[in-house]
C-alpha cells in the first residue's frame, strides 16, 4: 500500500456514527450559509440549507425562488391531507411517510401518486406522440387541483400544469419546480413564476428528485419549528 493511501486513511474519522456525521455536515452548511440565513425568514433558510446538504452546493441558493409564502401554504395543505403528485417514481419512493405523519397522521403511501407508469397513460402517451409525463399530468387533474405538486424530472409536466390552470383554473396549493435538464427546462420554470400558486422553483436547468423531495421534508420541518 501507498504511503499516500496510508495519510489519508490516517485522517478518516473512523468511529463516526451516521447521526455524527449529518450533525457535523449540517454544522459546515450554517457556517456556510451565514449570509443567505441573515437575508430569509427561517423556513426558507431551511429549504436552502437541505438544498445544500443534498447537493454539496452552497451556490443553488444563488438559484432558490419563492412565492406566495410557500411554506405556510404546504403545511396548511399538508395538514389537510392534500393529495401529493409526482412526476417520477423516483420522488415518490423518496418521501418519507413517516414525515408526512408528523404533519397529519391519516396520510398513507396511497396519497402520494405518481402516474407515469400507468397503462393507460403508457398508451394514450405512445398514440399520440407526447411524453408520458404530460398525458399523466392530465390524467390526474383531479389529484393536482388543490393538492401539492413536486416536479423534478419532466419540463413538460410542469408546463402542462400551468396550462390547465389557464384553460380549466386547476390550481395546486403547492408547487416545488425543479425539473433538471435542457429543453423547456427554463420555459417551464418562468411558467411557475408567472403565476401566484405558492412555489418553490430553482431557476435555471438543475434540478432533479432528490431536491424535490428535500424541499418538502424541509417544509415539514418547519410544522414542528
Keep these: 500500500m501507498s504511503k499516500q493511501i496510508d495519510d489519508l486513511l490516517e485522517n478518516i474519522e473512523w468511529q463516526m456514527s451516521g447521526v455524527e456525521i449529518e450533525d457535523e455536515s449540517f454544522l459546515r452548511i450554517e457556517e456556510g450559509l451565514m449570509d443567505f440565513q441573515k437575508t430569509v425568514d427561517p423556513a426558507i433558510y431551511r429549504i436552502g440549507r437541505r ?11 444563488d438559484d432558490l425562488c419563492w412565492k406566495s409564502d ?6 396548511n395543505a399538508l395538514r389537510d391531507k392534500a393529495p401529493i403528485y409526482c412526476d417520477s417514481s423516483m420522488i ?20 402520494v401518486h405518481c402516474l407515469v407508469a400507468d397503462p393507460q397513460v403508457v398508451k394514450e402517451a405512445g398514440e399520440r406522440g407526447q411524453a408520458r409525463s404530460l398525458v399523466a399530468v392530465e390524467k390526474a387533474k383531479e389529484i393536482i387541483d388543490g393538492g401539492i405538486v413536486l416536479i423534478g424530472n419532466a ?3 410542469l408546463a402542462g400544469i400551468i396550462r390547465l390552470l389557464a384553460e380549466e383554473n386547476i390550481k395546486p396549493r ?6 433538471v435538464g435542457f429543453v ?9 413564476l408567472a403565476t401566484d400558486i405558492p412555489q418553490v422553483v430553482i431557476k435555471g436547468r438543475r434540478g432533479g428528485s432528490s431536491l ?3 424541499t418538502l421534508h424541509a417544509i415539514i420541518e418547519s410544522a414542528s419549528s
Excluded: Q
Design 51 to 61: 438544498l445544500v446538504h443534498t447537493t454539496a452546493d452552497f451556490a443553488i441558493v
Design 155 to 157: 419540463p413538460l409536466a
Design 212 to 214: 424535490a423531495v428535500a
Design 174 to 179: 403547492l408547487i416545488i419546480g425543479m425539473p
Design 92 to 111: 415518490r419512493s423518496g418521501i418519507s411517510l413517516a414525515r408526512l405523519k408528523k404533519v397529519n397522521n391519516n396520510y398513507t403511501s396511497d396519497d
Design 70 to 75: 410557500p411554506v405556510a401554504a404546504g403545511l
Design 184 to 192: 423547456h427546462v427554463i420555459e417551464s420554470k418562468e411558467l411557475v
